[in-house]
C-alpha cells in the first residue's frame, strides 16, 4: 500500500462550519415545521397541539445548550433548563390526557 491510500482525510476548520450551518439549519427547518403542526391542530381541535407545542419549546431548549457549549455563558444554559422544563411539563400533560 502506498502511503498516500493510509491517510485519512482531516475535517479542516471549512468542514465544522458546514456541519455546524446544517445542523442549525435543520433544527430550525424541524421549529418552523412544529409551529405549523400547532398552528394546524389548534385550528382543528386536535389536542396534539399540546405535544406539538412542548417540541417547540425542547427544540428552543436544545438550540440554547447548543449555545452555552460554544459561548459558556450561564444565561443560555439557564434559560435553556426553563424552556426544557416547560418543554418536558407539556409533553407530560399530553401523555395524560391525550
Not at 398552528?39 to 382543528?44: A, P
Not at 417540541?55 to 460554544?70: E, M, P, Q, R, W
Not at 424552556?83 to 395524560?96: P, T
Amino acid at each position: 500500500m502506498n502511503q498516500q491510500s493510509k491517510l485519512k482525510p482531516v475535517k479542516d476548520e471549512r468542514d465544522e462550519q458546514i456541519d455546524i450551518r446544517s445542523k442549525g439549519t435543520a433544527l430550525e427547518f424541524v421549529i418552523a415545521a412544529t409551529q405549523v403542526l400547532t398552528i394546524m391542530c389548534l385550528v382543528k381541535g386536535n389536542p396534539a397541539w399540546k405535544g406539538s407545542f412542548a417540541l417547540l419549546f425542547i427544540g428552543g431548549a436544545a438550540s440554547l445548550f447548543y449555545k452555552y457549549d460554544k459561548y459558556e455563558e450561564k444565561p443560555y444554559m439557564q434559560v435553556g433548563i426553563v424552556l426544557g422544563l416547560i418543554g418536558a411539563a407539556l409533553l407530560f400533560w399530553f401523555g395524560i390526557t391525550g
